[in-house]
């Protein structure tokens, strides 16, 4: 009589667990940032009276539509960087359910970079190729708008480079060292 599969049941819920993990951040981002940039638009954007708000500590909540890349770099080209994004958020599915990153850093930083490109995208699909930014901190050089997706790829990108520095510090095992 054959015994049941019990690792590979036990293998497959940890990746439900995975996939829940990372698909549940990013569409926490999604939802965050969607609904901040409603909020900023309807009080303080073109349906609101367009002021700008003095949080304190040098954050400044004002309106502004972009419809380049961060900080308007590459203005006017927000179909070019509609299809970027898209290709970009596919490549990191792909990536996920092709490597399945073990660690937690890992797993947070590509659901943090997908739920931010998915929130500027869907800003440049839904609202003629821009971007809502509204948070702009006023003891920043060279400081434009950003919003929530912005701060997350940013969050997701600095936690790639940690995954990096400490993959790149480990020491290497006796058969790694063989090889090279």
Known sequence: MALP??????????????????????????????????????NL????SGKTLMVGG????????????????????????AFVAAL?????????????PKS????????LLLGGTLGNLFDRIFKDGFVTDFIYLDWLPYAKNFNLADMAIRSGVIAILVVFVRHIQ???THEEAKTN
């Open 5 to 42: 599969n019990i690792l590979g049941k036990v293998k497959l819920k940890f990746k439900n667990v995975q996939l829940g993990w990372v698909y549940g951040l990013a569409l926490l981002v999604l939802s965050l940032d969607q609904m901040s940039k409603y909020l900023i638009e309807l």
């Open 104 to 111: 937690r850093l890992q797993q947070s930083a590509i659901g």
């Open 170 to 172: 480990q020491p290497k």
């Open 45 to 48: 954007g073109p349906f609101g």
């Open 58 to 81: 040098g954050l400044i909540l004002k309106y502004s539509k972009n419809n380049g890349a961060s900080n308007n770099i590459l203005e006017n080209t927000s179909w070019l960087l």
């Open 88 to 100: 970009a958020a596919l490549t990191m599915i792909f990536y996920y359910h092709r490597i399945v």
